[in-house]
Structures are given as structure tokens and as C-alpha cells.
Nanobody, 115 residues
Framework: QVQLVESGGGLVQPGGSLRLSCAAS????????MGWYRQAPGQPRELVSF???????NYVDSVKGRFTLCRDSAKDTVYLQMNSLEPEDMAVYYC?????????WGKGTLVAVSS
């Protein structure tokens, strides 16, 4: 079993910043990639960013230049630094990991952007 535990969500004003963390634990064998999806009310879940085992990162266009994803391989943890947050960023953010044993999801953490 693999568990993904997210933290760092909350309420922030437009223009503010938050940092999300996702720590993987359990029977971890070969993490191929880790990243974040988000889902706003009434919208499909969308990929925000992911990082591969080789360290390559990808971002959805709407967050490029504002969000930065990095990882601590020793801790099997990824961090999503979110700056210049906009109301459109408000969603539940889900951590995702692709391992040799399959795909895994966290329970989600709410990011609310409002004045």
C-alpha cells in the first residue's frame, strides 16, 4: 500500500502565496512521477504540474511562471510553491504519484482564493 498525504492548503487573498506538500509513504518502489491535479466545483480534474524521476517538470499553461514544483527524493515528497494566486486557482488540489505498482491519489487539500 502507498499513501499520499497532502498539506498546505488554505485561504489566501488574490496575489498571495501558498505551498503545498505531498509526502509518499508505504510500499514505495520506483516513483516514476509525482505531481498535482486540481478540481474546481463543476469542473473536470485537471493536471497542474508533475515532476518525473529524472527531474523534468511540466506545468499547465495557466500556472507557468507562477507555480514551481520541486521534490525531495530522500523524503519522497514534492512541494508546489504557488505564487500570485488568482481566484481561478481556487480548487481542491490532489497529489498524484505514478509508481511501478500503479497510480495513487491523495485525499485532496482545498485552496481558496478570495478577498
Amino acid at each position: 500500500q502507498v499513501q499520499l498525504v497532502e498539506s498546505g492548503g488554505g485561504l489566501v487573498q488574490p496575489g498571495g502565496s501558498l505551498r503545498l506538500s505531498c509526502a509518499a509513504s508505504g510500499s514505495i518502489i520506483n516513483i516514476y512521477s509525482m505531481g498535482w491535479y486540481r478540481q474546481a466545483p463543476g469542473q473536470p480534474r485537471e493536471l497542474v504540474s508533475f515532476i518525473t524521476s529524472g527531474g523534468n517538470t511540466n506545468y499547465v499553461d495557466s500556472v507557468k511562471g507562477r507555480f514551481t514544483l520541486c521534490r525531495d527524493s530522500a523524503k519522497d515528497t514534492v512541494y508546489l510553491q504557488m505564487n500570485s494566486l488568482e481566484p481561478e486557482d481556487m480548487a481542491v488540489y490532489y497529489c498524484n504519484a505514478e509508481l511501478r505498482t500503479g497510480y495513487y491519489w491523495g485525499k485532496g487539500t482545498l485552496v481558496a482564493v478570495s478577498s
